[in-house]
């Protein structure tokens, strides 16, 4: 009798964050958690495999930040301008009167791609930070 790949393991959650995922099951198809934690852990592995790739990719980093957060904006443009070469665009956009959305769109090796998002992102201030990439060929 051969072994079976498929693994078994446990997960806790608490019990609000299990019934927002079970929503988020049910409203992309998905049959079961099973299905949809493995393509969360795809997806997790693959964004993983491009922070120390040295690839050239394009992206955009999406953030969601309250501007009024002192000394945000000046930390957030200093470190923009310290990667200038990686950045091809930005998009502000005032949501209200204290929060914004500002859409930065990138390109250049994924390790440095990443380390710049990840700058950005942990800033005090930036309620809400996600780093979306697509390798692109360099021919």
């Known amino acids: 009798m051969t072994e079976s790949t498929l693994k078994r393991f446990g997960i806790s959650m608490e019990s609000g964050l299990l019934t927002k995922f079970d929503h988020l099951i049910q409203t992309r198809g998905y049959e079961t958690r099973s299905e949809a934690v ?3 852990v795809r997806d997790a592995l693959l964004q993983q495999s491009w922070e120390q ?3 050239v990719v394009a992206g955009s980093i999406v953030l969601f930040y309250n501007h009024s957060h002192k ?3 000046e930390e957030m443009t200093e470190i923009q301008h310290g990667m200038h070469d990686h950045i091809l665009a930005t998009t502000h956009f005032h949501l209200d ?3 914004c959305l ?3 769109v990138v390109k ?3 390790s440095a791609i990443q380390s710049l ?3 950005l992102t942990s800033l005090k201030g930036v309620s809400y930070g996600k780093f979306t990439v697509a390798p692109i060929s360099t021919n």
Do not use: P, T, V
Request: net charge negative; aromatic share 0%.
């Open 38 to 40: 493995r393509d969360l």
């Open 53 to 55: 790739d040295e690839d």
């Open 71 to 73: 000394h945000l904006l």
């Open 97 to 99: 009167h204290d929060n």
């Open 102 to 104: 500002e859409l930065i």
């Open 108 to 110: 250049g090796k994924a």
């Open 117 to 119: 998002s990840h700058q």
